[in-house]
């Protein structure tokens, strides 16, 4: 008998074991798929709730032209109040950002530019995350998730979607979901049980080389009431300069260092 490394054993065996693994999820006789329902009952759950306060993780990837794959990592916390106020923090590497929203003006100070822009905008966070994706480009993931319309939203683009199976986030059960669109695919883990909570998504870029992927964990899901009056107030920090939509420190506010190539947004 032939000697086999165990290296090449090893390969075999997980090749083996993951033919199993999708033959047995492709066959006919596999349970009725319900990836629709479960997105459908966290949009419900999600929308339904007046408050929500979270921390968050994110990383997005971008290519390099020599092919190589460099992730940038954020963290950040999130206050949303219905209908009409949000606050965002992200700080990573490149940027430490703030975004206010009262329900009648948005300020976005950005910490390591020491500058913020101001606009009137006044309605709800759903028509704020609308202007602001179509009149600066600016890509909000993760925002489609907390839209009272979340589920509309998400399934725009869907051509075909699956319920994987169950995973592990954070120490969190929940149901593994993936979807497939056009130009980007993208997976959601939700919580199980009665509070169906968007605990990880994953977008993935078809239409860029290399196809770069955005990933949002979500943790510290709370929907008390937010007792603190300022939490939607913006007040300039001493030293602040206001600067103009179209002014080139807005570069500073992104995730990413200025001039590096997008990655997967949605």
Not at 166 to 179: K, T
Not at 233 to 260: C, N, Q, R, Y
Request: negative net charge.
């Amino acid at each position: 008998m032939k000697k086999i490394s165990l290296r090449k054993l090893v390969r075999v065996t997980a090749t083996a074991s993951s033919f199993v693994i999708l033959s047995a999820a492709a066959s006919p006789g596999a349970r009725a798929d319900d990836s629709v329902a479960l997105l459908k009952a966290m949009a419900d759950y999600t929308a339904a709730q007046k408050s929500i306060s979270a921390t968050f993780d994110s990383d997005i990837e971008v290519v390099t032209p020599g092919l190589q794959k460099i992730q940038f990592t954020s963290s950040g916390q999130l206050k949303l109040a219905r209908p009409d106020k949000l606050r965002v923090r992200r700080t990573g590497g490149y940027a430490d950002v703030d975004l206010v929203y009262d329900g009648k003006t948005v300020s976005l100070y950005g910490n390591n530019a020491k500058a913020y822009v101001q606009a009137d905008l006044p309605g709800t966070v759903d028509q704020l995350v609308d202007t602001m994706q179509e009149k600066t480009g600016a890509a909000m993931s993760g925002a489609d998730l907390l839209l009272s319309n979340a589920f509309d939203v998400l399934t725009s683009d869907v051509e075909v979607g699956e319920h994987v199976g169950q995973g592990v986030v954070d120490g969190v059960e929940c149901e593994h979901l993936a979807f497939r669109g056009h130009d980007t695919d993208w997976q959601i883990w939700i919580q199980t049980g009665a509070q169906p909570i968007p605990r990880k998504y994953v977008i993935t870029s078809k239409t860029l080389t290399g196809a770069p992927q955005y990933t949002l964990r979500i943790k510290d899901w709370k929907t008390d009431p937010i007792a603190d009056a300022d939490a939607f107030a913006f007040k300039p920090p001493e030293g602040a300069t206001k600067v103009s939509l179209d002014s080139d420190i807005m570069m500073e506010f992104d995730e990413v260092p200025v001039g590096t190539t997008a990655g997967a947004k949605k």
